[in-house]
Structure formats: C-alpha cells, structure tokens
C-alpha cells in the first residue's frame, strides 16, 4: 500500500512552536509528527509514501535523509508555491503514478482508525474515493445521501454551503471529515484540468456528482487534531495509551 501524507502547511496554529521548524517536526514525546504518522501507516502495511514540504521543507527534507524508516519516502516539493490539499495531492502524483489507490492521511491526525479496514473497505467497493468521517462536534459538515455517497458541504456557523444542497430535502447524513481519505488513480486524473491551487474538498465536491465518493462513517473513532498547542497533551496521552512503537 502507498500513502500521501500532508506535511506542506504552515503550522500558524501551533506557534510559537513553528517559528522555527515545519508543523511535521514539532515533537510528541520525543518525536516529530512525521515520525508518528510513518510508523503509523507502516503498521497497517504501507511501505510507499509521498511526504509534501512547503514551510521550512529543507529540515524535513534533512530528516527523512537522516533517518531510515525501511519504507521508501518520497518528497513531493512545494517550497516555491504551497499548493493547497488538492494541488499539492496533484502535484504528488505526477510524481507517484502507479495504478493502486494512494491513502492520504494529515500530519497532525492521531487516530485510532483502522487504516487497513478502511482500505480493504474501500477496495471491496466501487466508489473512486472514500473520506473517513465521524459524528463529530465540527463547524465543517459533509453530508451524504441515505446510500453514503457525497453530496454537499455545509458550514454550521457561517450557513455557507457547496455541493449539491438539494440533498437537505431529503434524508441524509452530515458528518465530520477526519482528514484521512483513500482515493483511486482514476480519480486523481480527473485533476489535470485543475488549476496548480486548489481544495481537495472543492475538488471532491465537483466529481461528487459524476463519481461515486464515499463518506465512510466510523461509529467509534478518536481523534485528535494536534493543530493547536492545547491539543498536543491531549495527543501525547494518546500515543501512551494507544500507539506502541
């Protein structure tokens, strides 16, 4: 299996901690982001990665050289121009090609997901992407129809929508998108008319309509989102309690 992990943004939530180094360096008991979020994904059989670097990627670039993971990791390189999660998952697969789907998953994402289940899941289906979401107390909702597949999205503070909102007539399901996702090379073609900046979001949005994306719901997921320093302790008791390296 291969995976994208997003590791390009610029951490303003979590300074004063990234005035200095990337987002995917800050450390969690005694280790970066990046290095939680590899072994991570090696423990459900991922031996393929594209890491994208933007704020301070020359350090990320230096420490993926200095330290052998046993897997191969590729560097997807935004330091000129951040791409945003659709365009820096563009750029990424000019890089990776390949006909397998790639999982993506957020540096800043500690879960206890299941990311060989959601892949298998995935896989055994015939949607072209599959987004892990939760019933979560989020302001960004995506909501699906009663088969699953997505159809808008919905902000709760500001009332703002996108997608298709028809589908609030009907019955349906809004969930909290938990920044992991699985998505098919033949999705990811569908890229190539899009601009070098865009939104994975958006860009799920437009081929909701043509292409089968699939909002899997997760009943028992935990999650921590360790874009924000008071979220770091909660994040570090979790590797305690959950993650053995």
């Given at each position: 299996?291969?995976?994208?992990?997003?590791?390009?943004?610029?951490?303003?939530?979590?300074?004063?901690?990234?005035?200095?180094?990337?987002?995917?360096?800050?450390?969690?008991?005694?280790?970066?982001?990046?290095?939680?979020?590899?072994?991570?994904?090696?423990?459900?059989?991922?031996?393929?990665?594209?890491?994208?670097?933007?704020?301070?990627?020359?350090?990320?670039?230096?420490?993926?050289?200095?330290?052998?993971?046993?897997?191969?990791?590729?560097?997807?390189?935004?330091?000129?121009?951040?791409l945003d999660t659709g365009g820096g998952l563009k750029r990424a697969f000019e890089t990776f090609g390949g006909d397998e789907p790639v999982?993506?998953?957020?540096?800043?994402?500690?879960?206890?997901?299941?990311?060989?289940?959601?892949?298998?899941?995935?896989?055994?289906?015939?949607?072209?992407?599959?987004?892990?979401?939760?019933?979560?107390?989020?302001?960004?909702?995506?909501?699906?129809?009663?088969?699953?597949?997505?159809?808008?999205?919905?902000?709760?503070?500001?009332?703002?929508?996108?997608?298709?909102?028809?589908?609030?007539?009907?019955?349906?399901?809004?969930?909290?998108?938990?920044?992991i996702h699985i998505i098919n090379p033949s999705l990811l073609r569908e890229m190539s008319g899009y601009p070098d900046k865009f939104s994975?979001?958006?860009?799920?949005?437009?081929?909701?309509?043509?292409?089968?994306?699939?909002?899997?719901?997760?009943?028992?997921?935990?999650?921590?989102?360790?874009?924000?320093?008071?979220?770091?302790?909660?994040?570090?008791?979790?590797?305690?309690?959950?993650?053995?390296?």
């Amino acid at each position: 299996m291969r995976a994208m992990i997003f590791a390009a943004g610029l951490g303003t939530r979590l300074r004063p901690l990234t005035d200095n180094k990337p987002k995917a360096l800050v450390e969690l008991n005694g280790k970066p982001l990046l290095y939680h979020c590899i072994e991570n994904l090696k423990r459900f059989g991922v031996t393929d990665f594209m890491v994208n670097v933007h704020h301070f990627g020359e350090q990320i670039i230096d420490y993926l050289k200095s330290n052998d993971f046993g897997v191969d990791v590729k560097i997807s390189d935004e330091r000129d121009f951040l791409l945003d999660t659709g365009g820096g998952l563009k750029r990424a697969f000019e890089t990776f090609g390949g006909d397998e789907p790639v999982i993506v998953h957020n540096v800043d994402i500690f879960s206890n997901a299941d990311i060989k289940a959601l892949y298998d899941a995935h896989t055994a289906s015939d949607a072209e992407a599959t987004l892990l979401c939760s019933h979560r107390d989020s302001s960004r909702q995506l909501i699906s129809s009663e088969d699953g597949r997505l159809r808008a999205w919905k902000n709760l503070k500001t009332g703002d929508t996108k997608g298709d909102v028809a589908v609030f007539d009907e019955p349906n399901n809004q969930l909290a998108f938990a920044g992991i996702h699985i998505i098919n090379p033949s999705l990811l073609r569908e890229m190539s008319g899009y601009p070098d900046k865009f939104s994975i979001i958006d860009f799920y949005l437009d081929m909701a309509t043509s292409h089968n994306i699939q909002l899997h719901e997760s009943t028992d997921l935990q999650l921590i989102d360790v874009g924000k320093v008071d979220a770091l302790a909660k994040a570090s008791e979790f590797i305690e309690k959950n993650i053995n390296h």
